[in-house]
């Protein structure tokens, strides 16, 4: 994406573009136009836009391709029915001209890899070389559309025990680092004190130093195993899967996005070697790509792709293997997809108890704290503890 100047016919203009300056200025110059400068815009965000927003859009284009509307018209036609305020209007815009440049439409999209993802310009890309582009930019809205309902599960599951857990916190910070001290340093209490120490007395004093050494060993360990992930994925992957829910969620919702995304690519017309390289190399986890690695060496070898599959249980094993059989891959690749998508909510509705209990042990305990932290020195003052 550049932001070229340029004149057209004597007006001055500027434009984003899709594609290299060479190719930006050669095009230009072609077309007759006298080009002032191409600068590659310095952004420190990569644009985002919200699924539900993304996947009407994909939907709105589908629609009108299949009603036979020219696709540089289908994009006018959507960034028109786009509301102001929409991200995605400046990114349409520039998409389509990239299109009217000759530009494919997954070409295009591809500059705005972080909106549109791996998947989703794979399955148009796929569109676009089996002709039936309309069906692959539904298929991803439906893609998306599932992504945000499994992810809006999780949210709905998690934020009230996290809304209890970050208000805990806080109490925590509060009553450590200001009421405590305060108390403690006050010149009522020291008098009532004179010079008696307190084991309760000295423990509050030392929570106060604490608190804070233990958030900030907190935030070095979470950098410390960001950067791990980073540069040793895979250890990392392993130590993470080894715990049993963290697996179970990992597994579900990442065979739900693999076997549904091919299921899409090969109702595109894609074949089946290239639908399992696709998604393998879409994939953001190593764990998910050994496995598809594992499929397409099986393929290559004349066996059934479903045996490479070893996180697999017998069920969807016979199923793909079923499948392959009868001619059957893309439905029962679908059923396959549907079944780790239930799995990967039952788990995620399952796993919300958990948590809740969890926060409500941990907001007892800090109600805990702040009761003795501040009863205890009142208790001291008022003659109810001896030294």
């Given at each position: 994406?550049?932001?070229?100047?340029?004149?057209?016919?004597?007006?001055?203009?500027?434009?984003?573009?899709?594609?290299?300056?060479a190719?930006?200025?050669?095009?230009?110059?072609?077309?007759?136009?006298v080009?002032?400068?191409?600068?590659?815009?310095?952004?420190?965000?990569?644009?985002?836009?919200?699924?539900?927003e993304?996947?009407?859009?994909?939907?709105?284009?589908?629609?009108?391709?299949?009603?036979?509307?020219?696709?540089?018209?289908?994009l006018e036609?959507?960034?028109?029915?786009?509301?102001?305020?929409?991200?995605?209007?400046?990114?349409?815009?520039?998409?389509?001209?990239?299109?009217?440049?000759?530009?494919?439409?997954?070409s295009?999209?591809t500059?705005?890899?972080?909106?549109?993802g791996?998947?989703?310009?794979?399955?148009?890309?796929?569109?676009?070389?089996?002709?039936?582009?309309?069906?692959?930019?539904?298929?991803?809205?439906?893609?998306?559309?599932?992504?945000?309902?499994?992810?809006?599960?999780?949210?709905?599951?998690?934020?009230?025990?996290?809304?209890?857990?970050?208000?805990?916190?806080?109490?925590?910070?509060?009553?450590?680092?200001?009421?405590?001290?305060k108390?403690?340093?006050?010149?009522?209490?020291?008098?009532?004190?004179?010079?008696?120490t307190?084991?309760?007395?000295?423990?509050?004093?030392?929570?106060?130093?604490?608190?804070?050494?233990?958030?900030?060993?907190?935030?070095i360990?979470?950098?410390?195993?960001?950067?791990?992930?980073?540069?040793?994925?895979?250890?990392?992957?392993?130590?993470?899967?080894?715990?049993?829910?963290?697996?179970?969620?990992?597994?579900?919702?990442?065979?739900?996005?693999?076997?549904?995304?091919?299921?899409?690519?090969?109702?595109?017309?894609?074949?089946?070697?290239?639908?399992?390289?696709i998604?393998?190399?879409?994939?953001?986890?190593?764990?998910?790509?050994?496995?598809?690695?594992?499929?397409?060496?099986?393929?290559?070898?004349?066996?059934?792709?479903?045996?490479?599959?070893?996180?697999?249980?017998?069920?969807?094993?016979?199923?793909?293997?079923?499948?392959?059989?009868?001619?059957?891959?893309t439905?029962?690749?679908?059923?396959?997809a549907?079944?780790?998508?239930?799995?990967?909510m039952?788990?995620?509705?399952?796993?919300?108890?958990?948590?809740?209990?969890?926060?409500?042990?941990?907001?007892?305990?800090?109600?805990?704290?702040?009761?003795?932290?501040?009863?205890?020195?009142y208790?001291?003052?008022?003659?109810g503890?001896?030294?």
């Amino acid at each position: 994406m550049h932001q070229v100047t340029y004149f057209d016919k004597g007006v001055r203009k500027e434009a984003e573009f899709i594609g290299s300056a060479a190719e930006i200025r050669e095009r230009l110059i072609s077309e007759g136009k006298v080009v002032l400068s191409i600068k590659k815009p310095l952004t420190l965000f990569q644009p985002k836009a919200k699924r539900k927003e993304l996947a009407a859009v994909l939907v709105a284009i589908g629609d009108l391709l299949q009603a036979g509307v020219p696709l540089s018209k289908t994009l006018e036609t959507t960034i028109q029915s786009l509301p102001r305020a929409s991200s995605l209007i400046t990114i349409l815009n520039a998409i389509k001209t990239a299109v009217q440049q000759g530009r494919e439409l997954s070409s295009a999209m591809t500059a705005y890899h972080s909106v549109f993802g791996s998947t989703t310009i794979s399955m148009i890309q796929a569109g676009e070389k089996s002709g039936r582009l309309a069906e692959s930019l539904l298929g991803a809205a439906q893609y998306i559309t599932n992504i945000e309902a499994s992810q809006s599960e999780m949210k709905k599951t998690l934020s009230y025990p996290l809304v209890i857990f970050i208000v805990s916190v806080i109490a925590l910070v509060v009553n450590t680092q200001v009421v405590i001290p305060k108390i403690l340093a006050s010149q009522l209490f020291k008098t009532a004190l004179k010079g008696q120490t307190n084991f309760f007395i000295q423990a509050l004093s030392a929570l106060s130093h604490i608190v804070p050494a233990v958030f900030a060993a907190l935030a070095i360990v979470t950098v410390v195993v960001a950067v791990l992930y980073k540069s040793r994925q895979q250890e990392m992957e392993k130590l993470l899967l080894s715990v049993p829910l963290i697996r179970e969620l990992f597994f579900y919702q990442g065979f739900y996005v693999a076997f549904f995304s091919m299921a899409k690519l090969m109702e595109t017309g894609i074949q089946l070697s290239p639908a399992l390289e696709i998604v393998q190399d879409t994939s953001r986890t190593i764990a998910i790509r050994t496995e598809f690695d594992n499929a397409i060496k099986k393929v290559k070898e004349g066996e059934s792709f479903s045996y490479g599959f070893t996180c697999l249980n017998p069920i969807e094993k016979t199923m793909l293997d079923v499948a392959q059989n009868s001619n059957r891959v893309t439905e029962n690749l679908s059923l396959v997809a549907d079944r780790f998508y239930r799995g990967y909510m039952e788990k995620v509705k399952a796993l919300g108890p958990r948590v809740y209990a969890f926060a409500l042990i941990f907001a007892g305990g800090i109600f805990l704290l702040m009761v003795m932290g501040i009863m205890i020195p009142y208790s001291k003052l008022l003659g109810g503890l001896h030294g």
